[in-house]
């Protein structure tokens, strides 16, 4: 087994992609894993905006993370139809372009890719904020290990959809029930001591007040910042192919399970927070811990339960980017089938996969995460715009769905499930953008029509290729003429006699063109090309090529080259002109650096300078 079967995989053929289906069980971890994990930050998020109110700031988390549930609600409602409507898959992309047309699916587009980069990066980030929490010696380090861990991540997703749904389900089972263990024995001590239970370890002391009561604005801005914790819910409509027969009632069952157990978890740590008064800490505070970190250490204390949880809640975040992985590389091949995005997204590798989607995700996260220095806090403000967004395009699209399904028993009905999330989550959308605007979602706001720009130029330019490129006519035959052969030959040698042969069978008007400096040692090909070349061409009867000598007195070579395949060309017009080019293949790909930098020149100005009558032909010697 080679080195790269033993990292990614063997191979697998196409008809094995029946085995590389998954089940409810896998499909948890897959999509749903980023949905669950954000239980560890979203709360957190929305406290870090109510330091300012001290210790009162506890008592309004639980009113806030209820209001978000019950968006979340609605929101999963909304999907279970999306998902019974669209069995093959129906991401907000497929939705909106199918229904509300070609402008609506290109900003939910923009509005995924970005989200699905972020969801990566803000994962990746929270893992390493847990993995800082518990250990604060490391925090120096922070990038470099979310850069070890978004490799680790793009390798196990090469392996493919089987592979990576086994390696995440103890880590996503653990992570889960060490939160429902905190949570039951925490809500047990609560209940035992009337709502005022003893924390084991104190939490850290909550920030002096300075603001007395929560206004309008600031309760938006938590709001806005708890809506985190509802990126992702809708992985699973993206990925409905992904699992196996019957898809939609496994893609149902996989987000009921999902959803049922995020609502535990969100509630579960905002009703234990008010309850040990515990509040969020300043990020670049001085040992900062996460408010999961502080309400484990209430409930259980530094044992090896809180060091385990530490332990899973660090591996679960850190894997919650693999939502990302799963539905980036499939939403980059749904926009590329309609020529949005560069067609290799729609290649499947050897894993069968969308492997360049990989890439590219791999790419852009790691960007995010060098500019921003890896901190939690200062990409979460960029976070969850886009998730809205498509939320809304996506059930205001199913909403027209449903209308034209005349026949359809209940289209009324879902369609008003449909369009109320429309509305509740559209509205959310305006919330959560004016509430982070200033704080860095104007970020957001710019990358998505930049991105929609991106797309239309790519459309236009594969558009441009399909009208020219499109021939119905039968095969023209009409002037067949023999090329004219220009052959570019620095000296007489077995690379070169390859071309000449190889030219004297092409056409009858050959063109050797030898450029001549002063800086030669030798007399240049003149000297042998009567005896080494002429001769046997004489011996043969054959017709005679043309010596072209150019004196170069500036030792350029590819300039005179240029200019002469280029004036040869338009002093023929009707006629081919079929440049072959030597080239040497070396055995080793570093030993490229050695060889063929003036053919590898020439051939790309050819390619850029060169018209339809031009052809570059390669002529190759193997080592």
């Given at each position: 087994?080679?080195?790269?079967d033993s990292?990614?995989?063997?191979?697998?053929?196409?008809?094995?992609?029946?085995?590389?289906?998954v089940?409810v069980a896998?499909?948890?971890p897959?999509f749903?894993?980023d949905?669950?994990t954000?239980?560890a930050?979203?709360p957190?998020?929305?406290m870090?905006?109510l330091?300012?109110?001290?210790?009162?700031?506890?008592?309004y988390?639980?009113?806030v993370?209820?209001a978000?549930?019950?968006?979340?609600?609605i929101?999963?409602?909304?999907?279970?139809?999306t998902?019974a409507a669209y069995?093959?898959?129906?991401g907000?992309?497929t939705v909106?372009?199918?229904n509300?047309?070609?402008g609506?699916?290109l900003?939910a587009?923009?509005a995924?890719m970005?989200?699905?980069i972020l969801?990566a990066?803000?994962?990746?980030?929270a893992?390493v904020?847990?993995?800082?929490s518990?250990?604060?010696?490391l925090?120096p380090?922070t990038?470099?290990f979310?850069l070890?861990?978004l490799?680790?991540?793009?390798?196990v997703?090469?392996r493919?959809?089987k592979?990576?749904?086994?390696?995440?389900i103890?880590?996503?089972?653990?992570f889960?029930?060490?939160l429902?263990?905190?949570?039951?024995?925490?809500?047990?001590r609560?209940?035992?001591?009337?709502?005022h239970p003893?924390p084991?370890?104190?939490?850290?002391?909550?920030?002096p007040?300075?603001v007395?009561?929560?206004?309008l604005w600031l309760l938006?801005k938590t709001?806005?910042?708890?809506c985190?914790?509802m990126?992702?819910?809708?992985?699973v409509?993206?990925?409905?192919?992904?699992?196996?027969e019957?898809?939609?009632k496994k893609a149902q069952?996989?987000?009921?399970?999902?959803i049922?157990?995020?609502?535990?978890l969100?509630?579960g740590?905002a009703?234990l927070s008010?309850?040990?008064?515990?509040?969020?800490m300043?990020p670049?505070a001085n040992?900062y811990q996460?408010?999961?970190?502080?309400l484990?250490?209430?409930?259980f204390?530094r044992g090896w339960?809180?060091?385990?949880?530490?332990?899973?809640?660090l591996v679960?975040?850190s894997?919650?980017?693999?939502?990302?992985f799963?539905?980036?590389p499939?939403l980059a091949?749904?926009i590329?089938?309609?020529?949005y995005l560069p067609?290799?997204?729609i290649?499947?590798?050897r894993r069968?996969?969308y492997?360049?989607?990989?890439?590219?995700?791999?790419g852009?996260?790691?960007v995010?995460?060098?500019?921003?220095?890896?901190?939690?806090d200062r990409?979460?403000?960029l976070?969850?715009?886009?998730?809205?967004l498509?939320?809304t395009?996506?059930?205001?699209?199913?909403v027209?769905?449903?209308?034209?399904?005349?026949?359809?028993?209940g289209r009324?009905?879902?369609a008003?499930?449909?369009?109320f999330?429309?509305?509740?989550?559209g509205?959310?959308t305006?919330v959560?953008l004016?509430a982070k605007?200033?704080a860095?979602a104007?970020?957001?706001?710019l990358l998505?029509?930049?991105?929609i720009?991106i797309?239309?130029?790519?459309k236009?330019?594969?558009?441009r290729?399909?009208?020219e490129?499109?021939d119905r006519?039968p095969?023209?035959?009409?002037?067949?003429?023999?090329p004219i052969?220009?052959?570019?030959?620095?000296?007489?040698d077995r690379?070169t006699e390859?071309a000449?042969?190889?030219?004297l069978?092409?056409?009858?008007?050959?063109?050797v063109?030898h450029?001549?400096?002063?800086d030669d040692?030798d007399?240049?090909?003149?000297?042998?090309?009567d005896?080494?070349v002429?001769?046997?061409?004489?011996k043969?009867?054959l017709?005679k090529?043309e010596?072209?000598?150019i004196?170069?007195s500036?030792?350029f070579i590819i300039?005179?080259l240029?200019?002469?395949?280029?004036?040869?060309?338009?002093?023929?017009?009707?006629r081919?002109?079929a440049?072959?080019?030597?080239?040497l293949?070396?055995?080793h790909?570093?030993?490229?650096a050695l060889?063929?930098q003036r053919?590898?020149l020439?051939?790309?100005l050819?390619l850029?300078?060169?018209?339809?009558?031009i052809?570059?032909?390669?002529?190759p010697?193997?080592?």
């Amino acid at each position: 087994m080679s080195l790269t079967d033993s990292i990614i995989g063997k191979p697998l053929a196409t008809s094995e992609e029946r085995a590389e289906h998954v089940g409810v069980a896998a499909g948890i971890p897959i999509f749903g894993l980023d949905a669950l994990t954000s239980a560890a930050y979203g709360p957190e998020a929305a406290m870090t905006l109510l330091i300012p109110l001290g210790l009162a700031g506890a008592n309004y988390i639980v009113p806030v993370i209820s209001a978000i549930l019950i968006l979340l609600i609605i929101v999963f409602f909304s999907y279970r139809q999306t998902i019974a409507a669209y069995p093959n898959g129906g991401g907000s992309y497929t939705v909106a372009s199918e229904n509300l047309g070609e402008g609506a699916g290109l900003l939910a587009a923009a509005a995924l890719m970005i989200d699905y980069i972020l969801t990566a990066a803000v994962g990746i980030s929270a893992g390493v904020t847990a993995l800082t929490s518990a250990v604060p010696s490391l925090a120096p380090h922070t990038l470099a290990f979310c850069l070890l861990i978004l490799t680790i991540l793009a390798l196990v997703n090469m392996r493919g959809v089987k592979d990576t749904g086994t390696a995440f389900i103890v880590p996503t089972f653990l992570f889960v029930g060490t939160l429902l263990i905190l949570i039951g024995v925490g809500v047990y001590r609560t209940i035992l001591s009337h709502g005022h239970p003893i924390p084991v370890m104190a939490p850290p002391p909550a920030m002096p007040a300075v603001v007395k009561y929560l206004g309008l604005w600031l309760l938006l801005k938590t709001f806005a910042s708890g809506c985190a914790a509802m990126t992702g819910v809708e992985a699973v409509s993206n990925g409905v192919m992904a699992f196996g027969e019957p898809r939609a009632k496994k893609a149902q069952s996989t987000l009921t399970i999902i959803i049922a157990i995020l609502i535990v978890l969100l509630f579960g740590i905002a009703y234990l927070s008010r309850a040990y008064g515990i509040t969020a800490m300043e990020p670049t505070a001085n040992q900062y811990q996460s408010v999961l970190s502080i309400l484990t250490s209430a409930v259980f204390g530094r044992g090896w339960f809180y060091y385990l949880t530490s332990a899973s809640v660090l591996v679960a975040l850190s894997l919650s980017a693999n939502t990302a992985f799963a539905d980036f590389p499939r939403l980059a091949r749904a926009i590329a089938l309609h020529d949005y995005l560069p067609h290799v997204f729609i290649l499947r590798g050897r894993r069968l996969l969308y492997s360049h989607g990989v890439y590219a995700l791999t790419g852009f996260t790691a960007v995010i995460l060098i500019l921003f220095g890896g901190v939690t806090d200062r990409l979460i403000p960029l976070y969850a715009i886009g998730a809205f967004l498509a939320f809304t395009l996506s059930q205001a699209g199913m909403v027209v769905h449903w209308m034209k399904m005349e026949k359809h028993n209940g289209r009324l009905w879902h369609a008003f499930v449909n369009g109320f999330g429309a509305v509740a989550t559209g509205v959310t959308t305006i919330v959560v953008l004016l509430a982070k605007f200033a704080a860095g979602a104007w970020v957001t706001a710019l990358l998505v029509p930049a991105l929609i720009g991106i797309m239309w130029v790519v459309k236009r330019h594969y558009s441009r290729v399909k009208r020219e490129m499109a021939d119905r006519t039968p095969l023209n035959l009409v002037n067949l003429q023999e090329p004219i052969v220009v052959i570019p030959m620095a000296r007489w040698d077995r690379i070169t006699e390859k071309a000449m042969r190889f030219g004297l069978l092409l056409s009858k008007d050959i063109k050797v063109v030898h450029v001549h400096s002063d800086d030669d040692e030798d007399g240049g090909l003149a000297e042998i090309w009567d005896d080494l070349v002429m001769a046997p061409i004489n011996k043969e009867g054959l017709q005679k090529p043309e010596l072209v000598t150019i004196p170069s007195s500036y030792r350029f070579i590819i300039n005179p080259l240029m200019d002469y395949i280029l004036e040869l060309e338009e002093k023929n017009p009707g006629r081919k002109v079929a440049v072959l080019l030597p080239e040497l293949v070396v055995r080793h790909w570093w030993e490229n650096a050695l060889h063929n930098q003036r053919v590898q020149l020439l051939k790309l100005l050819l390619l850029v300078k060169g018209n339809q009558r031009i052809v570059v032909v390669n002529i190759p010697w193997y080592l």
